[in-house]
């Protein structure tokens, strides 16, 4: 599958699909939250399908930065994350927004699976951010494939890049009962994450079934139907092995 950057978007615009302006999960501190629009993975634990096509608000680069620059009074110790969906999608219209934020000293975190063909906007969007918040699917092929349907090696392209430039980087991973939620995979993944420079954060972050209710108003069939939530018990116990 060729992937394309913001090909069909409108230069001066973002595709937005929701904005939280109090986050406190996505990146230190209090943050303003963007999730944009566009996905090229499915993953079967995404609980933001909405987010796949192009179909939200669209706000202008000056609107948008506009909008995040009402909290910046809030911002001084977080700043702003922009999550999706992938938002590396939109890079070439992400660039300016960024150049705007960093002129207000406003930290900028992406939160990315890395699934994108690096291309020049794509390593500007990257090299203006302050962190990126990378989403480990899976540390193999056969895995990644299971949980969203891609190929693996985009994920490791975008991996070894970030090792060739000086950029703070955290690592999440959802765990899912019955897929992931074992000693051996932690292990992996604790191999895994030591072939990335510059990791100062890991999350393992407790699947859940909230979003459940949107695949049934989307008219879109849920693989993890019968999945429990992740006991918040195990889920400590495993966090506890992780080693980077």
Sequence with gaps: ??????????????????IETMGLLDGPGVRVVVFLNRCNLRCIFCHNPESW?????????????????????YLKNGGVTF???EPLLQSEQLISLIVKLKKENIHV??????????????????????????????TNSIGYKQICGGKIELQEDFINYLNTINKEIWIRQVIVPGINDNEQYIQQLNDYIKKIKNVTNVELL???GMGKVKYKELNLKYSLDDT?????????????????
């Design 228 to 244: 429990p939530d992740m006991d918040l018990n195990r889920l400590n116990e495993l966090r506890e092995k992780i080693d980077f």
């Design 206 to 208: 407790g699947y859940h």
């Design 1 to 18: 599958m060729r992937l394309l950057v913001g090909l069909s978007m409108k230069k001066c615009s973002l595709e937005v699909s929701s």
């Design 83 to 85: 999550s999706g969906g």
């Design 53 to 73: 096509a192009c179909k939200g608000r669209e706000y202008s680069i000056d609107d948008l930065f506009e909008t995040i620059l009402k909290y910046k009074n």
């Design 109 to 138: 975190a992406i939160d990315t699976a890395g699934y994108v063909e690096l291309t020049s906007e794509v390593k500007s969007v990257i090299e203006l951010s302050n962190l990126v918040i990378m989403d480990i699917k899976s």
